[in-house]
Each structure stands twice: as structure tokens, then as C-alpha cells.
């Protein structure tokens, strides 16, 4: 089923972070188109049934700088995902915390971008 939204972010180091962001928050590649120069034109990394998407900064003129994006992604087991985060080393900036609705953190990237996770899953019904 097509998702109307993608979250976007770029990076200076892609390729690192397309390897971090497996690693530490468990996404998985889904499409990576590289440039010949080996940066990131665009990227797809897939969790659960959503994407994001991502590709290397291209500089002064780009808009889109790193360090400026912000997700939130839904996941099934809030405590195992915190825990990979951590080993990771992650650093997560807010939380956990619970909420009436569910429960949440937030962790910076390399790059300083923000994620948050939690158990909180929105519907639009």
C-alpha cells in the first residue's frame, strides 16, 4: 500500500549514516543510488511498512541542510528498540518517556538530525 508522507533528510557523510542508521535504529537499505563521485543521490531505508528517505548534501546551495530533519517512527517493541539504540551509542536526548498514549524517546544522529521512536502508532480514522 502506497504512504503519502516520506521524511527526508540529508547527510554529508550518506554512506555512513545509511550504515549507522541500520545499525543503531534497525532500518534496512531498501534503494541507494550513488553519485559517480560516491555521495548519495538518493536513498530509501525501509522500517516496518514505511521509508525514509536520504542523500548527501550538496553544499551551500542545497536548502535542505544536515543536522535539520526530524521523524518519528513506530515501532513493536519500544524496550528492545531503546536498548539497540543505546549499544549503538545513540544519544538519546529525551526519555523515555510514558505517556497516556504511549511511550517515546528521541536520539540525534551523527549528523544531528532528531529521531524519535515509540509505541505511539497515529491513524487517520
Not at 543521490?41 to 511498512?49: F, M, N
Not at 519500544?78 to 549499544?87: G, K, S, Y
Not at 538519546?92 to 498514549?101: A, H, K, L, N
Not at 528521541?106 to 505511539?120: C, H, I, K, M, V
Amino acid at each position: 500500500m502506497p504512504r503519502d508522507i516520506y521524511p527526508s533528510m540529508r547527510y554529508r557523510d550518506a554512506p555512513a549514516a545509511i550504515d549507522w542508521l541500520q545499525q543503531a535504529f534497525g532500518f534496512t537499505r531498501h534503494a541507494v543510488h550513488e553519485n559517480p563521485d560516491g555521495t548519495v543521490a538518493h536513498a530509501e531505508l525501509r522500517y516496518g511498512d514505511g521509508l525514509v528517505m536520504l542523500g548527501s548534501w550538496r553544499g551551500n546551495d542545497d536548502h535542505r541542510r544536515p543536522g535539520a530533519g526530524w521523524a518519528y517512527v513506530a515501532v513493536d517493541d519500544f524496550d528492545a528498540h531503546l536498548r539497540q539504540a543505546r549499544d549503538a551509542g545513540a544519544e538519546i536526548v529525551d526519555g523515555p518517556q510514558t505517556e497516556s498514549y504511549g511511550s517515546f524517546y528521541s536520539a540525534r544522529d551523527p549528523e544531528g538530525n532528531l529521531w524519535s521512536f515509540g509505541s505511539y502508532r497515529p491513524t487517520l480514522e
